[in-house]
């Protein structure tokens, strides 16, 4: 799916004398999901970086309508100016974060060893966006279709890009070079986008860090109108949220105002930090917010941060949603 302005001024095609009424159809049967899947495409998912909340990273797109986006780990896919040379590279950190532990684990050269959050070193990678039975005529059409020349290219991009959902689950390190790599067309046509908020006790500085720049980004570049918002949450023992009380959305709007009152030095309450929050706020124009949780086994709470967090976790489709959902959709 990665488009070069270079090849995009070619003479023009046959195409461009029909109507736009006609080439506007012509493009949606193109580009939009397939009514039947295919039964010969089969996706290879094994290059993407691991991460603890894979398993919530279904193989197969949620939708017909969902193109999802993934950090490959550099180790199984090196790093190559023939495999890369479209794609921006960032860097990511090579640990894999144990949530139990609380411990950076170096799997680099395939040697486990404990390592200290900050004692782990980046290395450049790229992205890959994942097809489905659905979509998989994808990898044919675009290319095919998008280059021919540049008023074709623009048409057609608002159609594509306009109509699925792009999905980075915790790959959130990915969603500023993908969209940077897009034309200016391809990317003001996006108005759906999907992410996943790690773990509230387990957020790290590089995580907050990503996390601020992917909420800039959104908020200055895109003009979105549904963003869903996937948040994993917390659910301890047998008995998981039975004696939670849950928070309200009335709360959550007091603890904002407790936070605007006495300033940035007060990070959150019971120690978890809902500064990400106020960074998603700055989205502005949305017509939807979809907020889901997505619920994991964790320890009985033993401190504050982790009673709040368990807490929070229960209310995320609740109180959380409702307040958010006030606070972000603006009124048709």
């Not at 890369?84 to 950076?104: A, D, M, Q, V």
Request: overall charge neutral; some cysteine; proline content about 7%.
């Amino acid at each position: 799916m990665d488009i070069t302005m270079q090849a995009l001024d070619y003479p023009q095609s046959p195409l461009l004398r029909l109507p736009l009424e006609l080439r506007l159809q012509i493009y949606e049967q193109l580009l939009l999901p397939s009514l039947l899947p295919s039964s010969t495409h089969s996706l290879s998912p094994l290059n993407l970086l691991p991460d603890h909340h894979v398993y919530h990273s279904s193989t197969t797109n949620e939708t017909p309508t969902t193109l999802s986006v993934r950090t490959i780990d550099p180790y199984l896919l090196p790093h190559s100016s023939r495999t890369w040379r479209r794609r921006s590279t960032y860097h990511i950190r090579t640990g894999t974060y144990n949530p139990i532990l609380r411990l950076w684990i170096k799997n680099a050269d395939r040697e486990i060893g404990a390592l200290g959050p900050f004692l782990t070193h980046t290395t450049p990678t790229t992205y890959r966006v994942l097809l489905s039975p659905y979509t998989a005529h994808l990898r044919h059409t675009v290319p095919s279709l998008l280059l021919l020349n540049r008023q074709i290219h623009d048409e057609a991009a608002r159609v594509l890009y306009s109509t699925y959902t792009f999905n980075f689950h915790t790959s959130i390190e990915s969603l500023v070079p993908f969209l940077s790599d897009l034309t200016p067309t391809a990317r003001s046509a996006i108005r759906h986008v999907s992410v996943t908020k790690k773990p509230l006790p387990y957020t790290s500085e590089f995580d907050r860090a990503e996390w601020s720049s992917l909420c800039t980004y959104l908020s200055t570049t895109l003009h979105l109108r549904t963003l869903t918002l996937n948040i994993i949450a917390g659910k301890p023992g047998n008995e998981g949220w039975d004696d939670v009380l849950p928070i309200s959305a009335a709360q959550f709007g007091m603890l904002r105002n407790v936070k605007k009152e006495f300033g940035s030095s007060q990070r959150g309450i019971g120690g978890v930090d809902l500064e990400w929050v106020e960074q998603v706020m700055m989205i502005k124009g949305l017509r939807e917010v979809n907020v889901n949780a997505m619920v994991e086994h964790c320890p009985l709470p033993r401190s504050e941060t982790m009673a709040f967090w368990v807490a929070f976790s229960k209310s995320i489709e609740s109180g959380f949603a409702e307040w958010i959902r006030g606070a972000m959709v603006e009124a048709v």
